[in-house]
């Protein structure tokens, strides 16, 4: 399960964050594991995503929602 | 033995003496860091620029203490010292003092959120590692109480081993307290405290392998940089490290690359384990919600009325740039126009004079003086929309729009601005943080159509269009020729992306920050610096360009073309039609006008005659001259604008020498169609090439632009002539 797939308002705790491109940005802006996010908001068709995350707000692509795995818990 | 003379210290501010100390501002963006910048600095400020890097730098002048002054520098807002953006990459840079051309700050001032001090403290910890002294400044203090945050400040400061200090710009005394304690820090030697390192943040092995390659290198490496290069290879770190380092050094970070064991992601999970540590020790929070904030941010995020309340603000902005900039103009029109005849009476004696100054010089420079009011409203805008929150909110609704392109929900506002005008347009493209995305952004907004193609548009349309076919294509035609440019610029914009230049698609992560009062002071310096700069720097280079142009429509200047005309219409009795005529003689056999008859086989298949191609060819530094120029061609006197009935019907009745009427709605319409797509804006073609500080891609923008116009009109015109239409 990656961030991409969780709804308005829930929350999950991050498990890793796939090696790629971005997953260094992704890191340092605080997307690490053992953090917990919530997801705020979606745009229209679903993309970009807005989540919570070390209590601030973060606007994330689709794409790089669903290199991020996470476990509800 | 001499004696030394007293010297008079020189009042260059900004000369350096050795021995002036500096101290670099850093931190995350949205952290209140030109806020802070600008509260220590006052006016005392200016932008600089480090010599090959494309990111202006601000610098300011501090007084810690009584003549006792140091540089303040603004570097760029980062999330981490590993930098992605070319501004961050500046930050990095000049932190570790690896720019050639500056010296390395003396002290680092770091602004922390103390509203979001996890994340801030990320920062700090990789700052703790380059060996330079820090200053904490913890921002958004006043909003910690509203957002049920209590934070032990003293806590704090022993935790991270440094000068921790609460700020609040409206509160004088606390301006104070932090430039006395800088002053402490500065004054005296050694006595600023180093950073201690967090422990735990490098794997035992990776600790080891650190410190080896700090000892084995000549160049006294940072912590950071050293840890960096374990994992990264680093061209700037490189060049100042010899071969056989450099090769030490990659056969390490082989065997790393290996063994798998560490990596750079644990690296800064460690960072954040740290923060986390530390926040829970001094932080403690209380759920207070913001049910009015949140409910309003819902709205204006909402998916459907999010987008309409958008294109509403949008609206608003633009009808303001129309409405409150017109009066603004029209005062600019009028000194300069005031200005013209005054210096073209007084010059009466010397009319090749008098017409380079009032033509030339004052027609020139104030055709581009007069968009000054649309820069400093759009610009106050912007600020506003960015310093309250809100464009950033704007970017997250517009990004699925324009993802496809490549392009992401940044560049929405310069694309949207150049509606008004391509220069603010062009120059609101600095808010990208990705040089490439940049680049496209910049190189596709002058397709947007601007006011200035606006009188194009209505004189065609009110003189070809709405006799034929009514007001209601009237008003369609309008309509098309403003959305045309947007129509060609998504897909251009997505061949120069994903084709050209092959974009990286870039992380489009970006923060939301809380919604904000902006404050008067950062406003007012940004508006100030865009419209001080605009006026300066594209200001000289249209002075140079209107010279040249006047030069070449007013020579050659014999005077056996007036007395031709003279004699061939000496039953003309009316002045002012012959003065017309004479005038148009002369363009007729300027060189402008050579170059239209000689230019016209090129535009001929796009229907156009050679009074049309030196209408073309005198409206590339800017496009509204053809108006100008056409009422010259057509004897009405230069002086004539859209309304004017004159031109109208001189342009209707005109015809080719067979008797076929020169326009018709094809024409018209292909040569607004060549209108809105070319680059007839010397001010923007300067303006890119300022920004992007690239003389080829000005060109490029050029060539590209006026490339395409001529096709789409060709092949408009064409498709027309098949179709039956003449």
Redesign the interface.
Known sequence: MTIADLHIGSSATIVS?D?G??????????L????TVTVT?????G??I?VKV????????K??ASAIKVTIK | MKTRAPQLLKRDDFRRPANRKTIAVVGNPNTGKSTLFNSLSGARQRIANYPGVTVDQKVGRLELAEGFECDLVDLPGSYSLKAISPDEQVAADAIMGRIASARRPDLLLLTVDATNLQRNLFLFSQLSEVGLPVVVALTMVDVLADSGISLNLEGLQKELGVPTIGFDARDRASVENLRKLLARQLQGSGSARLPKPPANIYPPGVKKSVEDIIKNTATPLTRFEAASLLFYQNNILEQVLKPDEVNAIDEIRKKWQKKASASYEQINNNRYKWARTVVSKVEKRSGVSQTLVNKIDAILTHKVLGLGIFIGVMYLVFQAIYTWATPLMDGIEWVFGYLSESAGSALVDMPTLASLISDGIIGGVGSVVVFLPQIIILFAFIALLEASGYLSRASFLMDGLLSWTGLNGRSFIPMLSSFACAIPGVMAARVMPDARARLTTILISPLMSCSARLPVYLLLISTFVEPVFGVFWAGFTLFAMHGLGLVVALPLAWLLNKRILRTPSLPFVLEMPPYRLPRMQNLWYRVFEAARKFTVRAGTIIFALSIVIWFLSYFPRDASVEQQVRAQNQQVTSAVELENKITAAYLEQSYLGRMGKFLQPVFAPLGYDWKITVGIVGAFPAREVIIATLGIIYNVGSDVDEESGALKEKMQAATHEDGRPVYSPLVALSLMIFFALCAQCMSTIATVQRELKSTRWAAFLFFYMTGLAYVFALVFYQAGLALGFS
Request: with cysteine; glycine share 6%; charged share 30%.
């Open positions: 964050v090696p491109l971005h997953a260094m940005r992704l890191n340092e802006m605080g690490v594991s053992g953090e908001k979606k745009a229209l068709w993309d970009p807005e070390m209590n601030y707000q973060l606007c994330l692509r794409d790089e």
